[in-house]
């Protein structure tokens, strides 16, 4: 089954390295991030779960649990997880899901049609409060996730969830945002008193909202 953007995210029950999780049970009233890896002890997958457990007070800033994946099982995790801490220098510090049984993997539509069974594709998917997918990404087994690039589509996804307005290209927060085209002038007044800067009647640029609080919600 493809899991599509806007979809509810599918419910599942697993044991991870930090207990049995009930999947939307566990996201609460938070926001998630899913990511998977093809099995443990694999020399990229080591530098990401590093990369995402040093990140990860910047995902609890913003009410973004984190949860891996793997196909192997808990006490291989535990294992990869010394490795982890011994050669990237963090210890992980989020669950790590093993789906040996990939049930989860195949209600994510993570296995690879063209690679051996066990193997799940290296997908992201982001799940906002009310569990619907927001975002989805697969990476070819050679290349590394860039996760700062998901806290930055993270920022966005919240900014753009509660406000009338998109972002651009390369956008950061604290850069200015745009208007978006559905509204006409006379709303984007209400919304905006402050004004924008139109470059095209399409095209109306306004500080970023949640910059006045100083970092992303």
């Excluded at 669950?95 to 799940?120: C, F, G």
């Excluded at 990404?137 to 050679?142: N, V």
């Excluded at 998901?150 to 900014?159: A, E, F, G, N, Y």
């Amino acid at each position: 089954m493809t899991v599509r953007l806007g979809d509810t995210a599918p419910d599942f029950s697993a044991t991870s390295t930090e207990g049995p999780i009930r999947f939307h049970e566990w996201i609460g009233d938070d926001w998630a991030i899913l990511f998977s890896h093809p099995k443990d002890f694999t020399p990229v997958c080591t530098t990401e779960l590093g990369a995402v457990a040093k990140l990860k007070p910047e995902f609890d800033k913003r009410g973004v649990k984190v949860l891996g994946l793997s196909v192997d099982g808990v006490e291989d995790h535990e294992g990869w997880s010394r490795d982890i801490e011994a050669t990237q220098g963090v210890a992980l510090n989020f669950p790590l899901i093993a789906d040996k049984d990939r049930s989860v993997s195949e209600a994510y539509d993570m296995i690879h049609p063209n690679a051996e069974a066990t193997q799940t594709v290296r997908s992201v998917f982001v799940i906002d409060n009310n569990k619907k997918i927001r975002l989805s990404l697969t990476y070819p087994a050679s290349t590394g996730r860039n996760f700062d690039e998901i806290l930055r589509v993270v920022d966005s996804l919240k900014l753009t969830s509660t406000n009338s307005v998109a972002t651009p290209a390369n956008w950061k927060h604290g850069d200015d945002v745009i208007i978006l085209a559905a509204l006409s002038d006379e709303q984007a007044k209400e919304k905006f008193p402050d004004g924008w800067r139109a470059e095209r009647p399409y095209l109306r640029y306004v500080p970023d909202p949640s910059a006045r609080e100083g970092s992303p919600a």
